[in-house]
C-alpha cells in the first residue's frame, strides 16, 4: 500500500559566495488518508539531514501547510516566466482564451553575440561561474559537472545547449528543451 514518498536532488548551493551543501525537494506525495498525520513532515526531516540549505521550486496546494509549518522563506527575487509561444493551442487546452499581453518585447542582442550549439560544457563554464556567481547570491552552483548531469547526460529528456560568446568571450549559456504534445 502507498502511503508517502518524497524525492530530493543533492545539488551544491551558492551562498552569497560561498559553495554550501543543499538540496532540492521534489514529488512529495501523501495518499489522502495519511495528509496531516505527519508523513510529510517525517520525510521532510528525514530528506534535510546534512544539508545548510534545502529549496523546494514549486508544490500543490496539499504541501502547502507543511511548507508554511516549516516557517519556510518566499525567495521574491527568484522570477519564473513562461512564453507561451502558440497561444491558440493553449486556449484549447484550458478552454478558455488567453489575456493580450501590453508589453512591447525588445532586442537586446548585437552583432557581437554568437550563439554556438554545444553537446557538453567544458571547464571554460567554470570560470565563467566563478566570475558570476556574485550576481546570483542563492542558486545552485552551475559547474560544468553540475551543467552536464542535469542537462547534457540527461536518461530522459533531450535538451538543446547553446553557449552564448561575444568575440571570443563566454558571456552565457541557453539551454531549451521542446516538448510535443502528441497528435
Known sequence: EFGSEMGYIPAPFNFKGNTIAGRFFINLMSAEKYRGKGAGAYLFNKAKDGADIVMALGYNNYAAPLIRGFKWREMPHL??????INPENISNIIGKKLPKSNKKTQSVLNSNFKFIEIKKF???FDKFWS???YKYPYTVVRSSEYLNWRFAS?????YRMFSI??????CGFVVVRIERTPN
Do not use: A, Q, W
Not at 522570477?79 to 507561451?84: D, E, G, T
Open 122 to 124: 567544458s571547464k571554460t
Open 165 to 170: 560568446l561575444n568575440g571570443t568571450k563566454l
Open 131 to 133: 566570475e558570476i556567481k
Open 154 to 158: 540527461h536518461p530522459i529528456f533531450k
Open 79 to 84: 522570477k519564473r516566466h513562461l512564453l507561451v
